[in-house]
């Protein structure tokens, strides 16, 4: 008996949709024999992890509030995915945002400009698509491998973050804590659902899902970076520049991830601190291929991901599971959603061996 | 007489295509025994069963009389069978020896030393410390041949051997042949060339459709007997040969040198040729001589500024290939999935990829009506076999891949063409149909460039030949005043030179 | 002890980790198969050693432990890209969110947790020279790394293991043609340089600062990478680019003994720096690079 995987003649649309479900009830079963073997209680686990966050308004708006940044993020990412440019320095593009955007409170603690904020978003954003930049100009200029130099990038971009918490951006009267001034009211986002503390950065993700949809299934710019991610030698044949699709790629993904950077300073903390760096950057590259790298998708992973995050939280205290349970989670979650896609183009065929 | 191998009921399926069905062969000890059949037909297949890469489905393969069941190459080896690749199965980036290595057991000193006298032996010689990247196509195969000599084959499959060479070196290929034979070797000679089939084996075994459709000396029949059997009707006639008057220069290259910083690649040196309007103008020679890297200068995916480059009036050196189609290029590639066409794309997307200025874009928004319109006259005009628009490229058969791509190109209504190997694994029906259309196109006008290894193909349909050889472009060839013979010397690089012939 | 006293005693220890992950990442990328996930099986490798060495007081068990579990590691990401043909940077960069994450799952009650390290071996009279003497007097396992480079290099260059290692890396369906079976000896490939990448974080946690805390790894495995290409996957240069990165790495600590006051967090960056700069450096040359790069690396390979 011999198993194997015959190619099929399209890829199937039934395995395309179930695919990220059945990863997703593997990916449980695999954490509740991991959580079991480690000792901990599985049903209180899953408890915290997947129902607690739907069981409490406040709950529930966490999830939202963390799923701003993360959908942001994977819109940006999932475009220069589907063009094989792989930027996996979000997380570094996100510090530098949220440092470019702090600089103005910092520097204007009492400062109460209608205009500080938009500015804020501005320099976050921007200078999230220069710290990509510095990647597409070493690719495109070097043929410098982008997943290597985006991630080193992102490395840096923690340490430089340390060195102004530790050194010239720490609050004078933050008993040493390495964290910024909190910043004055204009320097805030508006909230979006009163009594929570989502706010309009979640107006911002789904923007941008409107948007990245638009460009890859209506705009031939899409179609360009399509076919570079599916077929580089067409692309080439065609003469869809490569160059431009690694700019566009990695200025979209770092504008996206430069602008949740500033809005988590100007958002949930409100000043600069250490923990904007909670591996946003890394999960939304599990959020986007969960989601298909299709921008609809991403929605759904986006939010499916917050929730594990949120639930993650919980489990902490109540199943005393380290924050790193929702790290292996996520990255269970990937391996058979990997696994499982497979299935979209090819079926499963068991030959019995001829006999001679 | 026990027969050396004998199949019986062999079957083999891949996917949807059952590649051979039913499948009966008996190769006497010290024949050359040809399997014949046109692309598609299942030859491929049929000798990676005999080889042991892939294992039949249902049937028995016998040796000297024995079932054998081969898991493995390496088996297959063992038993005597040795067999040369038609894409050849060597590693650029190791040396004759270590590629020799692989597979024969020894040291290398030794088989250093066994590679020489085989060579001198059998007309083969091959530097055994060469870099494969370094050789040409016909070394390759000779390092192919002896690899499987120095196991001591008593069965050899050759898959397509003179596809790759001259018309001289396969005089030369057939008296190793011949030599081997002498010694009791027995040869599987795989083509679709009816006279290399008279001229060299001694039975031939007919495949069409995966299936026998006949066993034959071939010395005993004629080249359109044969022919019938291969593809179930009578070869189409030859095209009418009509000489016509041409028009204006559309492209020119004047001294073009190119050197390439791929050193797998090959480098160009003063290549000189003119395309006018209303002509087809041929490029011969074994790939590998330069002809994807032409093909790349003049399609503009590699840019060398200068004015090297003449197209339809402007010098386009620096110029990328969007402008050079803006201006009435097109061109076919020779690969035809991952170049010429996105496999995982509906025939729909494939035909944005180069008709996206037909309309088919406006303000930067795909217009999907006039898309799916251009891919169903595309798919009607051309006779492509498929679904329809929604069908993915990578689904469809080789032949109708071709003729889809060619339709998408002709459709632009280009003033300047340039294909790339037109009939590669094209079969024979397709292959004619293509022909036609070049010519019809060129009789409407446009002026054509083909760059192919058919010799016979270039003599139907152009009005002039150059060669490529080594990077060399050999002068212009009216194709009414040239034979294969000349064409040939100029493909082994012994042709006059350009001064002697002007 | 002086500053040269200093790099030259400490950077083949500092080198020691990313040397044996690259190692091992070398082989795998010969045989076709980029596996980003390094950094995952290295942290892996570096709770899972540090644990069963405190426990059973034993360097040698500690890494066992996590060879096996770096090992293990790499044949789950082997069955992804293998067995179900996936996207090979995908695969990686979910075995190191993997491994990351069950590293800090695992370590989490062994932090702040102390065991001592291993002694330091002088080679006969190499250890008497002047001026580079402190280069040789380093723990045993610096000197076996040392000696697997050797080897790897031999085999890679003069075996038929090593030929056929690289006719599956450069074309696998010539290979196959052949008789080499191209995905079981991807697999074994894969496994052992998952098992180097264990051994190299158990180094790490174990020998070079013995404790183990979360993020330990900072990069190495990510730099390891970037030293397979910088080493343009040939054996002596990716020692030597790891030996380079040893010496970078203990700059920070020199500058500060020397006085220097530049700030610790941005020394800190140096080697991911220089590692952007080197990669531009090896990269920009494609002649170099194509004569050197594995074709068929990162391709997915199906009959």
Same mark, same amino acid.
């Given at each position: 008996?011999?198993?194997?995987?015959?190619?099929?003649?399209?890829?199937?649309?039934?395995?395309?949709?179930?695919?990220?479900?059945?990863?997703?009830?593997?990916?449980?079963?695999?954490?509740?024999?991991?959580?079991?073997?480690?000792?901990?209680?599985?049903?209180?686990?899953?408890?915290?992890?997947?129902?607690?966050?739907?069981?409490?308004?406040?709950?529930?708006?966490?999830?939202?509030?963390?799923?701003?940044?993360?959908?942001?993020?994977?819109?940006?990412?999932?475009?220069?995915?589907?063009?094989?440019?792989?930027?996996?320095?979000?997380?570094?593009?996100?510090?530098?945002?949220?440092?470019?955007?702090?600089?103005?409170?910092?520097?204007?603690?009492?400062?109460?400009?209608?205009?500080?904020?938009?500015?804020?978003?501005?320099?976050?954003?921007?200078?999230?698509?220069?710290?990509?930049?510095?990647?597409?100009?070493?690719?495109?200029?070097?043929?410098?491998?982008?997943?290597?130099?985006?991630?080193?990038?992102?490395?840096?971009?923690?340490?430089?973050?340390?060195?102004?918490?530790?050194?010239?951006?720490?609050?004078?009267?933050?008993?040493?804590?390495?964290?910024?001034?909190?910043?004055?009211?204009?320097?805030?986002?508006?909230?979006?659902?009163?009594?929570?503390?989502?706010?309009?950065?979640?107006?911002?993700?789904?923007?941008?899902?409107?948007?990245?949809?638009?460009?890859?299934?209506?705009?031939?710019?899409?179609?360009?970076?399509?076919?570079?991610?599916?077929?580089?030698?067409?692309?080439?044949?065609?003469?869809?520049?490569?160059?431009?699709?690694?700019?566009?790629?990695?200025?979209?993904?770092?504008?996206?991830?430069?602008?949740?950077?500033?809005?988590?300073?100007?958002?949930?903390?409100?000043?600069?601190?250490?923990?904007?760096?909670?591996?946003?950057?890394?999960?939304?590259?599990?959020?986007?291929?969960?989601?298909?790298?299709?921008?609809?998708?991403?929605?759904?992973?986006?939010?499916?991901?917050?929730?594990?995050?949120?639930?993650?939280?919980?489990?902490?205290?109540?199943?005393?599971?380290?924050?790193?349970?929702?790290?292996?989670?996520?990255?269970?979650?990937?391996?058979?959603?990997?696994?499982?896609?497979?299935?979209?183009?090819?079926?499963?065929?068991?030959?019995?061996?001829?006999?001679? | 007489?026990?027969?050396?191998?004998?199949?019986?009921?062999?079957?083999?399926?891949?996917?949807?295509?059952?590649?051979?069905?039913?499948?009966?062969?008996?190769?006497?000890?010290?024949?050359?025994?040809?399997?014949?059949?046109?692309?598609?037909?299942?030859?491929?297949?049929?000798?990676?069963?005999?080889?042991?890469?892939?294992?039949?489905?249902?049937?028995?393969?016998?040796?000297?009389?024995?079932?054998?069941?081969?898991?493995?190459?390496?088996?297959?080896?063992?038993?005597?069978?040795?067999?040369?690749?038609?894409?050849?199965?060597?590693?650029?980036?190791?040396?004759?020896?270590?590629?020799?290595?692989?597979?024969?057991?020894?040291?290398?000193?030794?088989?250093?030393?066994?590679?020489?006298?085989?060579?001198? %032996?059998?007309?083969?010689?091959?530097?055994?410390?060469?870099?494969?990247?370094?050789?040409?196509?016909?070394?390759?195969?000779?390092?192919?041949?002896?690899?499987?000599?120095?196991?001591?084959?008593?069965?050899?499959?050759?898959?397509?051997?003179?596809?790759?060479?001259?018309?001289?070196?396969?005089?030369?290929?057939?008296?190793?042949?011949?030599?081997?034979?002498?010694?009791?070797?027995?040869?599987?000679?795989?083509?679709?060339?009816?006279?290399?089939?008279?001229?060299?084996?001694?039975?031939?075994?007919?495949?069409?459709?995966?299936?026998?459709?006949?066993?034959?000396?071939?010395?005993?029949?004629?080249?359109?007997?044969?022919?019938?059997?291969?593809?179930?009707?009578?070869?189409?006639?030859?095209?009418?040969?009509?000489?016509?008057?041409?028009?204006?220069?559309?492209?020119?290259?004047?001294?073009?040198?190119?050197?390439?910083?791929?050193?797998?690649?090959?480098?160009?040196?003063?290549?000189?040729?003119?395309?006018?309007?209303?002509?087809?103008?041929?490029?011969?020679?074994?790939?590998?001589?330069?002809?994807?890297?032409?093909?790349?200068?003049?399609?503009?995916?590699?840019?060398?500024?200068?004015?090297?480059?003449?197209?339809?009036?402007?010098?386009?050196?620096?110029?990328?290939?969007?402008?050079?189609?803006?201006?009435?290029?097109?061109?076919?590639?020779?690969?035809?999935?991952?170049?010429?066409?996105?496999?995982?794309?509906?025939?729909?997307?494939?035909?944005?990829?180069?008709?996206?200025?037909?309309?088919?874009?406006?303000?930067?928004?795909?217009?999907?009506?006039? %898309?799916?319109?251009?891919?169903?006259?595309?798919?009607?005009?051309?006779?492509?076999?498929?679904?329809?628009?929604?069908?993915?490229?990578?689904?469809?058969?080789?032949?109708?891949?071709?003729?889809?791509?060619?339709?998408?190109?002709?459709?632009? %209504?280009?003033?300047?063409?340039?294909?790339?190997?037109?009939?590669?694994?094209?079969?024979?029906?397709?292959?004619?149909?293509?022909?036609?259309?070049?010519?019809?196109?060129?009789?409407?006008?446009?002026?054509?460039?083909?760059?192919?290894? %058919?010799?016979?193909?270039?003599?139907?349909?152009?009005?002039?030949?150059?060669?490529?050889?080594?990077?060399?472009?050999?002068?212009?060839?009216?194709?009414?005043?040239?034979?294969?013979?000349?064409?040939?010397?100029?493909?082994?690089?012994?042709?006059?030179?350009?001064?002697?012939?002007? | 002890?002086?500053?040269?006293?200093?790099?030259?005693?400490?950077?083949?220890?500092?080198?020691?980790?990313?040397?044996?992950?690259?190692?091992?990442?070398?082989?795998?990328?010969?045989?076709?198969?980029?596996?980003?996930?390094?950094?995952?099986?290295?942290?892996?490798?570096?709770?899972?050693?540090?644990?069963?060495?405190?426990?059973?007081?034993?360097?040698?068990?500690?890494?066992?432990?996590?060879?096996?579990?770096?090992?293990?590691?790499?044949?789950?990401?082997?069955?992804?890209?293998?067995?179900?043909?996936?996207?090979?940077?995908?695969?990686?960069?979910?075995?190191?969110?993997?491994?990351?994450?069950?590293?800090?799952?695992?370590?989490?009650?062994?932090?702040?947790?102390?065991?001592?390290?291993?002694?330091?071996?002088?080679?006969?009279?190499?250890?008497?020279?002047?001026?580079?003497?402190?280069?040789?007097?380093?723990?045993?396992?610096?000197?076996?790394?040392?000696?697997?480079?050797?080897?790897?290099?031999?085999?890679?260059?003069?075996?038929?293991?090593?030929?056929?290692?690289?006719?599956?890396?450069?074309?696998?369906?010539?290979?196959?043609?052949?008789?080499?079976?191209?995905?079981?000896?991807?697999?074994?490939?894969?496994?052992?340089?998952?098992?180097?990448?264990?051994?190299?974080?158990?180094?790490?946690?174990?020998?070079?600062?013995?404790?183990?805390?979360?993020?330990?790894?900072?990069?190495?495995?990510?730099?390891?990478?970037?030293?397979?290409?910088?080493?343009?996957?040939?054996?002596?240069?990716?020692?030597?680019?790891?030996?380079?990165?040893?010496?970078?790495?203990?700059?920070?600590?020199?500058?500060?003994?020397?006085?220097?006051?530049?700030?610790?967090?941005?020394?800190?960056?140096?080697?991911?720096?220089?590692?952007?700069?080197?990669?531009?450096?090896?990269?920009?040359?494609?002649?170099?690079?194509?004569?050197?790069?594995?074709?068929?690396?990162?391709?997915?390979?199906?009959?």
């Amino acid at each position: 008996m011999k198993i194997s995987f015959i190619r099929r003649e399209r890829a199937s649309r039934t395995a395309m949709l179930v695919a990220p479900v059945a990863a997703f009830a593997c990916a449980i079963v695999a954490s509740v024999v991991l959580f079991t073997l480690l000792g901990k209680a599985p049903g209180q686990a899953l408890y915290s992890l997947l129902l607690e966050p739907f069981l409490t308004w406040y709950n529930f708006s966490e999830v939202l509030l963390k799923m701003a940044p993360l959908l942001l993020i994977a819109q940006g990412l999932a475009i220069g995915f589907r063009a094989n440019v792989f930027n996996i320095g979000a997380e570094g593009q996100l510090i530098i945002g949220a440092i470019a955007a702090s600089a103005l409170p910092v520097w204007y603690p009492q400062g109460d400009s209608a205009f500080m904020l938009p500015a804020m978003l501005l320099m976050g954003a921007g200078a999230g698509m220069a710290w990509a930049g510095i990647a597409a100009l070493f690719r495109t200029r070097f043929n410098a491998n982008e997943i290597l130099v985006t991630l080193m990038l992102s490395l840096i971009a923690a340490q430089v973050l340390n060195y102004l918490l530790l050194g010239p951006w720490k609050d004078p009267h933050g008993f040493n804590f390495p964290q910024s001034v909190m910043f004055p009211d204009a320097a805030l986002l508006p909230i979006l659902l009163p009594g929570t503390r989502v706010n309009i950065s979640l107006l911002f993700a789904l923007i941008a899902s409107v948007l990245a949809s638009i460009l890859m299934r209506h705009r031939f710019a899409g179609f360009q970076l399509l076919v570079g991610g599916l077929a580089p030698r067409a692309a080439r044949y065609a003469g869809f520049s490569e160059a431009r699709a690694i700019w566009v790629s990695l200025l979209l993904g770092g504008l996206a991830a430069g602008l949740a950077g500033a809005a988590e300073v100007a958002g949930p903390l409100g000043q600069l601190q250490r923990s904007v760096s909670t591996g946003y950057g890394y999960s939304a590259i599990i959020v986007a291929y969960l989601g298909g790298l299709n921008p609809w998708g991403i929605v759904i992973s986006a939010f499916v991901m917050s929730v594990i995050y949120i639930g993650g939280d919980n489990a902490m205290v109540s199943a005393d599971l380290p924050i790193a349970a929702v790290w292996v989670f996520q990255g269970l979650l990937l391996c058979f959603y990997l696994a499982g896609l497979t299935f979209i183009r090819h079926r499963v065929s068991f030959i019995r061996k001829a006999k001679p | 007489m026990t027969a050396l191998l004998s199949l019986q009921s062999v079957s083999k399926r891949y996917g949807a295509v059952q590649a051979n069905a039913g499948i009966n062969l008996v190769v006497d000890p010290g024949s050359i025994h040809a399997i014949l059949g046109e692309n598609g037909a299942g030859k491929s297949t049929l000798m990676k069963l005999i080889y042991g890469v892939e294992s039949p489905d249902a049937g028995v393969i016998l040796w000297k009389g024995q079932p054998v069941n081969l898991s493995s190459p390496a088996e297959a080896r063992a038993l005597g069978i040795g067999m040369v690749f038609q894409h050849f199965s060597l590693f650029e980036t190791l040396t004759v020896v270590q590629n020799i290595a692989l597979i024969v057991p020894g040291r290398k000193t030794d088989l250093a030393r066994r590679i020489r006298t085989l060579g001198d %032996e059998f007309g083969l010689n091959v530097d055994p410390e060469a870099m494969v990247h370094a050789l040409s196509v016909g070394e390759r195969q000779r390092v192919e041949i002896i690899r499987c000599l120095l196991l001591n084959p008593e069965l050899l499959i050759l898959d397509e051997p003179t596809s790759v060479l001259p018309p001289q070196s396969v005089a030369r290929l057939f008296e190793t042949l011949r030599a081997l034979q002498a010694r009791g070797v027995a040869i599987l000679f795989i083509s679709h060339k009816l006279e290399e089939i008279k001229e060299l084996c001694d039975t031939a075994t007919i495949l069409r459709g995966g299936q026998v459709t006949g066993r034959v000396d071939p010395r005993g029949h004629s080249a359109k007997d044969l022919a019938t059997l291969m593809i179930g009707r009578a070869m189409p006639p030859p095209l009418p040969a009509t000489v016509q008057a041409v028009g204006e220069v559309r492209l020119e290259l004047s001294g073009l040198d190119f050197v390439n910083d791929d050193p797998f690649g090959v480098s160009l040196s003063d290549i000189s040729l003119r395309v006018h309007s209303g002509e087809i103008v041929g490029i011969a020679g074994i790939s590998g001589n330069g002809q994807q890297e032409l093909a790349a200068l003049i399609s503009g995916e590699v840019v060398q500024p200068g004015d090297m480059i003449r197209m339809l009036g402007h010098a386009v050196g620096a110029v990328g290939v969007a402008q050079r189609r803006k201006m009435g290029f097109a061109f076919v590639p020779e690969e035809r999935l991952g170049r010429g066409a996105v496999p995982e794309m509906s025939l729909a997307d494939n035909a944005l990829l180069t008709a996206h200025g037909a309309g088919l874009v406006q303000n930067g928004f795909i217009r999907r009506t006039p %898309e799916r319109a251009y891919t169903a006259a595309c798919i009607a005009r051309y006779d492509v076999r498929t679904p329809g628009p929604e069908a993915e490229a990578g689904a469809l058969s080789g032949g109708n891949l071709q003729k889809f791509i060619m339709g998408r190109e002709m459709m632009l %209504e280009p003033k300047l063409l340039l294909v790339s190997q037109p009939t590669w694994g094209v079969d024979i029906g397709a292959a004619t149909d293509i022909r036609q259309r070049l010519v019809a196109m060129r009789n409407a006008g446009a002026a054509i460039l083909v760059i192919s290894e %058919e010799l016979e193909e270039l003599f139907q349909i152009c009005d002039r030949l150059h060669v490529l050889h080594k990077g060399h472009l050999s002068p212009c060839l009216p194709t009414h005043a040239t034979t294969v013979e000349e064409v040939g010397t100029y493909m082994i690089g012994a042709g006059k030179s350009p001064e002697v012939a002007a | 002890m002086n500053a040269v006293d200093f790099i030259l005693a400490g950077m083949l220890a500092a080198a020691t980790p990313m040397l044996l992950a690259a190692l091992g990442e070398m082989v795998v990328e010969r045989s076709g198969v980029l596996n980003l996930g390094l950094e995952g099986m290295m942290a892996l490798g570096a709770a899972l050693g540090f644990i069963t060495t405190y426990t059973y007081q034993s360097h040698a068990l500690g890494f066992l432990a996590a060879g096996l579990g770096g090992a293990a590691l790499s044949l789950v990401f082997a069955l992804i890209v293998l067995g179900f043909v996936a996207n090979q940077v995908a695969a990686g960069l979910a075995i190191g969110i993997l491994g990351t994450g069950l590293s800090a799952l695992f370590g989490k009650s062994f932090e702040s947790l102390t065991i001592s390290g291993l002694p330091k071996m002088a080679l006969p009279l190499l250890s008497d020279l002047p001026v580079v003497a402190a280069l040789f007097v380093q723990d045993v396992v610096v000197w076996l790394t040392i000696a697997l480079a050797l080897s790897i290099w031999a085999v890679m260059n003069h075996s038929k293991l090593g030929l056929i290692i690289r006719a599956v890396g450069e074309n696998p369906h010539a290979a196959r043609a052949i008789g080499f079976r191209v995905l079981p000896i991807r697999c074994a490939a894969i496994a052992f340089g998952g098992a180097l990448a264990g051994i190299a974080g158990a180094y790490a946690s174990t020998v070079y600062t013995p404790l183990w805390a979360d993020g330990m790894i900072a990069g190495r495995g990510w730099i390891a990478l970037a030293l397979v290409v910088f080493g343009t996957w040939q054996t002596g240069r990716v020692v030597f680019g790891a030996f380079l990165f040893g010496a970078l790495s203990l700059g920070e600590l020199t500058t500060q003994a020397a006085g220097v006051n530049i700030p610790s967090q941005l020394l800190a960056c140096v080697p991911y720096i220089v590692t952007i700069l080197m990669l531009a450096v090896i990269s920009s040359n494609r002649r170099r690079m194509r004569l050197n790069t594995i074709a068929s690396l990162g391709q997915p390979f199906e009959k």
